[in-house]
Nanobody, 131 residues
Framework: QVQLVESGGALVQPGGSLRLSCAAT????????IGWFRQAPGKEREGVSC?????????YYSNSVKGRFTISRDHAKNTVYLQMNNLKPEDTGIYYC???????????????????????WGHGTQVTVSS
């Protein structure tokens, strides 16, 4: 069964850290670009960070998270991580991972927030940043 499962979301205080995981079953993430997207209540979905499947492993970060978040792959575990540091209340939302093979740039992938554009989506994990 092909499935993406996100985990690691939690309630955390401002300034805290979380590591989100996106684990795949039924297929190999190495063959796909992977993106992390988030959606806050009442706001549009936003592409947070994307990582390429190509050998250069190019990455993209939105301006809102650049310098605070890091995306990475663990090939052995078939998992992609999003390390989130110095979290802010505006980082609150449901975080989803998604896969794609067609985008030439990771900025382009992260800019494409429509569900139908990407191959697979997880069900999301809730991140709440609040004191």
């Amino acid at each position: 069964q092909v499935q993406l499962v996100e985990s690691g979301g939690a309630l955390v205080q401002p300034g805290g850290s979380l590591r989100l995981s996106c684990a795949a079953t039924g297929f190999t993430l190495d063959n796909y670009h992977i993106g992390w997207f988030r959606q806050a209540p009442g706001k549009e979905r936003e592409g947070v960070s994307c990582i390429s499947s190509r050998s250069d492993a190019s990455v993209y970060y939105s301006n809102s998270v650049k310098g605070r978040f890091t995306i990475s792959r663990d090939h052995a575990k078939n998992t992609v991580y999003l390390q989130m540091n110095n979290l802010k209340p505006e980082d609150t939302g449901i975080y989803y991972c998604a896969t794609n093979t067609i985008y030439a740039t990771m900025k382009g992938m992260c800019a494409s927030t429509i569900s139908a554009v990407h191959d697979y989506w997880g069900h999301g994990t809730q991140v709440t940043v609040s004191s």
